[in-house]
């Protein structure tokens, strides 16, 4: 079904069961009874059954986050909707079980409006999320006792509801298969608690944690903050377990002075001076405290500073051709030895003939002008030409040049077997663009 269709669906059911709860508030619970109340439940439950299947639908279609834009997803329908449903569901709960007890005369002066809205409140709180990993159970099932499990006025019912609510990833399936029943809360809780309850592996994720940090690579006040939040919630929750960071220092000293950057490192042995005795994790956490208010407080003035006014550049930058002859010669690796410098200035290159350096150029398909391997002599944009003869040839080759035109006649008479044109007489030797 395509999503248009189903968050059209959504829309409707969404409508209903918010008409049915307003309905129901405004409605005098003294004329309730108990055949009503169930009613309204069961009529309730098909809705947000319902719901929940178009939900799960949606959420697989929307895995690219291709529907955010939607305002199914801009404005969280299915959050809004699960927190009707679970303080209407409560309500109607409490108005069945009052009506069955005391009878509908009695009901009227045990339940309304007020106290049905009191007892379902969503607590302000917002409620823990846990996705499956063992490091984050502890804080999780803490928050959850106080918040819903621990919580009287709360059906339980409703409880699994919050319950399944906090859960995604891998604890989700733990009770996935679970019915949606008052009387599965406990064994949905007490499933979910054998699952992740393992002190072990708890212990093991923490130190994977602590193993795990990043290096910090370059002076960053974020990135310090990071590594020092890092392992002091990961000691705070190790000595929770039980464990004793006295007994530590040696080990998170040297683990953590390995993960700073090196002007850190430097400043941190420099604040340990002469002293001989290996320092603690505390004396080292408040260096880092302080080295982060200092970068922070470094960044903070140079972002309020106010802004010099660059100087406009001018833009000088050569052609491609001209850029061939201004390549700085340790950044080029000569093609006839490991050394880092231009051709011309190859002791093996020189040493050959005339002849042998165009055979060369010719077989690494060189420019015959410049000498680059990126174009040929006709394609070079270089200002630059022979120191002899002012042509537009190399002057390591001129000889071979001079050589062949005066033996040859080419079919073209502009051009001279090595791509370049020759003078008909010497011409005069000019001071500016000469080959090096």
């Known amino acids: 079904m395509s999503h248009t269709k189903l968050i059209a669906k959504q829309k409707n059911l969404r409508k209903a069961i918010l008409v049915q709860a307003e309905d129901f508030a405004s409605t005098s619970h003294t004329s309730i009874l108990e055949d009503e109340a169930h009613s309204g439940l069961n009529l309730l439950e098909k809705r947000w059954a319902k719901f929940e299947d178009n939900n799960a639908e949606l959420e697989e279609l929307n895995a690219n986050g291709e529907l955010d834009s939607e305002a199914y997803f801009l404005e969280d329908w299915y959050q809004e909707i699960c927190r009707a449903y679970l303080k209407f569901h409560g309500a109607l709960l409490r108005a069945s079980k009052a009506s069955s007890s005391r009878g509908a005369s009695s009901a009227a002066s045990t339940i309304n409006s007020s106290e049905c809205t009191n007892q379902a409140t969503l607590p302000k709180l917002p409620l823990p999320k846990f996705s499956g990993r063992y490091e984050e159970w502890v804080s999780f099932h803490d928050r959850f006792q106080s918040l819903v499990d621990g919580n009287t006025t709360l059906a339980q019912v409703d409880k699994l509801q919050y319950l399944i609510s906090c859960l995604s990833g891998d604890a989700a399936m733990v009770i996935a298969n679970i019915p949606i029943q008052s ?39 974020k990135s310090l903050e990071q590594v020092r939040s890092t392992v002091a919630n990961t000691i705070e929750a190790l000595t929770a377990l039980g464990g004793s960071p006295k007994d530590w220092d040696y080990f998170l000293v040297y683990l953590i002075s390995k993960k700073l950057d090196s002007e850190t490192q430097e400043a941190w042995e420099l604040s340990i001076g002469a002293s001989t005795e290996p320092p603690t994790y505390s004396s080292l956490d408040e260096f880092l405290a302080s080295r982060v208010r200092g970068l922070e407080s470094l960044g903070a003035r140079a972002s309020a500073a106010p802004g010099k006014p660059q100087p406009e550049r001018q833009s000088h930058a050569p052609s491609r051709g001209a850029r061939v002859h201004t390549v700085s010669p340790a950044s080029v690796s000569c093609p006839l030895c490991p050394e880092q410098h231009l051709l011309f200035q190859c002791e093996q290159y020189r040493s050959k003939t005339p002849q042998q350096r165009h055979r060369f150029l010719q077989e690494n398909k060189r420019c015959y002008n410049c000498l680059s391997n990126s174009h040929n002599s006709q394609a070079c944009r270089s200002e630059k030409r022979c120191n002899t003869c002012r042509r537009k040839h190399h002057s390591t080759i001129h000889d071979h040049v001079v050589h062949e035109t005066a033996t040859s006649t080419p079919a073209n008479p502009a051009e001279s077997p090595a791509g370049t044109s020759m003078p008909s007489s010497p011409p005069q030797v000019r001071q500016h663009a000469t080959q090096s």
């Open 183 to 221: 009387d599965n809360y406990t064994r949905a809780y007490e499933k979910l608690r054998s699952r992740y309850e393992n002190k072990r592996s708890i212990v093991n994720a923490h130190l994977d944690t602590l193993f795990s940090l990043k290096t910090v690579t370059r002076k960053c006040a």
